[in-house]
């Protein structure tokens, strides 16, 4: 198993938050090491087509998906850390976690929206590839 981060689909993030977001990603795989499924980026603030001018201080909206679900206690501390971003680039990192088989199969129709929209409108940053 092997994780892929797709630099391609940072294109759409501003260039001064780029950097912190790398880093994120970094330590999300770093952390979830066996765990990690994918990553995905939904800028819940500002509609896809305006994401090059999104505000500066607009959160960027993480979705965590993992094989289980993670503790508490590590749920918490990256949720705490996408925070710390803010202060490095006046942009903060929202983690969202789900599990694998809760993001395939939905248990409400407001999750399974959340899905469809984070399917159409959402960026693929990190996915695994069975090697």
Do not use: K
């Amino acid at each position: 198993m092997t994780l892929i981060q797709h630099d391609h689909a940072l294109d759409s993030t501003d260039p001064a938050v780029r950097p912190c977001l790398v880093d994120y990603l970094q330590h999300l795989q770093n952390t979830l090491t066996q765990t990690l499924a994918e990553v995905r980026m939904l800028d819940s603030n500002t509609p896809p087509e305006q994401r090059t001018r999104r505000a500066q201080r607009a959160a960027l909206d993480v979705v965590v998906i993992t094989d289980v679900p993670i503790s508490d206690d590590i749920r918490q501390m990256l949720f705490d850390d996408g925070r710390t971003f803010f202060l490095r680039c006046s942009q903060q990192v929202s983690p969202s976690f789900w599990t694998l088989g809760s993001y395939r199969h939905p248990d409400s129709a407001r999750a399974a929206a959340f899905v469809e929209r984070l399917e159409q409108n959402g960026v693929l940053l990190v996915s695994r590839t069975e090697s």
